[in-house]
């Protein structure tokens, strides 16, 4: 008698969260697949969901429990068995996320991140909820072998782990613990494997990538670990991503600025620009070191982009505050700016403030500011019409049906080195003959909103 083939456990996965989170995510589909389970196309009918959550701020929150909910509402339709619920989420808030969201079968730390295959198989067999909690690691995780979810050619590298700053508004110290160095030897072995795989664009990226090796009483080991990756073959570009202003020194500076292959690009996080709101904020810059650093840097790289991020209606914010953070947007002209209302968050000093900015305020401080920056990335864009990029092809598709038979030509999306992948505005390539991953050289001919439009050279 022929033995009945059983049937594969098929698994659906929903990454949310920022690329930090996507390394978590990449590592876990690793697991996954090479436990023998079948990754699912369409997780509103796999058997087991995994939800790698955020839990940074409010929206966040929101944006998973969403998540969460809808996969427990394909569980009660029958077409779900089981709902895992991982990441950031998971480990701020534990056990009580059985409460926020009834009919999850397992809620998964930081932790138990590697351990995510026997997860699965204990809640298939599990009649009760499960949970996978304890403290934030000790360690930095390996981040090697991962199925990656982006493009081929681009990916995130993790130097370190957990945050200690103590921003006053911030809860990624609480989620995911302390400052933690990654050996920079298992630094350089991730970053070999992935451009063994057909990388060319490697991304820094940690909570603060200037912190590197500062737990381990090394001094100028950011600068070092780029001098060392640089090297690695077939690497075109890195990115340094989350650099703190107060980390960038001189040493960091000449390392980028003499590079053939670190972009002179940065995204430097400043929250704010006034002296008293970022006091408040528990941060170490001023506005004068603010602006003294914007002008070392163009000194050192006339062709530097940067992107920033800042807060605005934090808690006591004048009118006063946000003009000279308004002032001080408009004086170093940021190539991007991303921007958030400042939300609340339990067990932050800044939630327990009694200055809480209302909620209209902080709005139109919010849309004054975007317009203003829109003005500044429009203008930047517009002055690199008539130049020459090298860009970096994210995709080019092939047109079909009838498009195809009136000879239309491909269309392109890619980068030049000033645009991060995810993060920020692309170059739109109306006839595009490369493959994704190619560097092909190109003339800006426009601009399309915060893209550019760019013709194939």
């Known amino acids: 008698m022929t033995k009945k083939r059983q049937k594969q456990t098929t698994v659906g996965f929903i990454a949310l969260g920022c690329p930090k989170n996507m390394v978590d995510s990449e590592r876990m589909l690793a697991e996954i697949v090479q436990a023998g389970f079948l990754l699912a196309a369409e997780p509103e009918r796999a058997d087991v969901v995994v939800i790698n959550t955020c839990g940074f701020i409010e929206p966040a929150k929101l944006e998973s429990l969403d998540a969460v909910d809808q996969a427990i509402e394909n569980k009660k339709r029958g077409n779900v068995k089981k709902v895992i619920v991982t990441g950031c989420l998971s480990q701020r808030l534990g ?16 932790e138990h991140r590697d351990s995510i295959v026997r997860v699965i198989q204990d809640a298939l067999v599990s009649d009760k909820p499960l949970v996978f909690h304890g403290p ?15 493009p081929a050619h681009s990916a995130y590298l993790r130097i370190s782990e957990g945050c200690s700053h103590r921003c006053s508004f911030c809860t990624i110290p609480a989620i995911r613990g302390p400052f933690r160095s990654k ?19 490697l991304n820094v990226i940690g909570q603060d990538t200037t912190m590197y090796g500062r737990d381990l009483q090394l001094k100028g080991a950011l600068a070092s670990l780029l001098r060392q990756i640089e090297p690695i073959a077939g690497l075109s ?24 292959k670190i972009v002179h690009y940065l995204d430097i996080p400043i929250q704010h620009a006034s002296d008293r709101v970022l006091k408040a904020m528990r941060r170490p810059d001023t506005n004068a070191a603010l602006r003294g650093l914007v002008e070392k840097l163009r000194a050192a790289m006339s062709d530097i982009v940067w992107r920033t991020t800042v807060i605005v209606g934090f808690p006591g914010e004048t009118q006063a505050d946000f003009e000279e953070l308004l002032g001080f947007i408009q004086w170093a002209r940021f190539d991007a700016l991303g ?5 609340p968050e339990a067990g932050t000093p800044a939630a327990e403030m009694s200055d809480q900015i209302p909620d209209e305020v902080k709005q139109a401080r919010f849309d004054q500011l975007m317009l203003a920056q829109q003005e500044i990335a429009f203008a ?7 130049s020459t990029l090298a860009c970096l092809v994210d995709s080019c598709d092939s047109p079909s049906g009838r498009a195809a038979k009136r000879g239309a ?5 890619g980068r030049f080195y000033g645009q991060a992948p995810d993060i920020d505005s692309a170059c739109l390539i109306p006839r595009c003959s490369a493959q994704p991953g ?11 909103d915060y893209d550019l439009l760019v013709e194939q050279l």
């Open 183 to 201: 050996p920079a030897e298992l630094v350089l072995d991730e970053a070999r494997e992935l451009a063994a795989s057909g990388v060319v664009e």
């Open 409 to 413: 030509k491909s269309t392109g999306r």
């Open 438 to 448: 190619q560097l092909i050289q190109a003339r800006v001919v426009g601009t399309q």
């Open 95 to 110: 056990a009580p996320l059985l409460d926020e969201a009834e009919g999850i079968d397992a809620v998964v730390g930081l």
């Open 237 to 260: 570009w890195i990115r340094l991503m989350y650099a703190y202003p107060t980390g960038i020194d001189e040493d960091l500076i000449k390392t980028i600025a003499e590079s053939g």
């Open 339 to 343: 921007a958030f209302t400042y939300f």
């Open 136 to 150: 934030t690691p000790e360690t930095v995780a390996d981040d090697r072998v991962r199925l990656r979810i982006g």
């Open 380 to 386: 930047r864009n517009k002055d690199r019409v008539g």
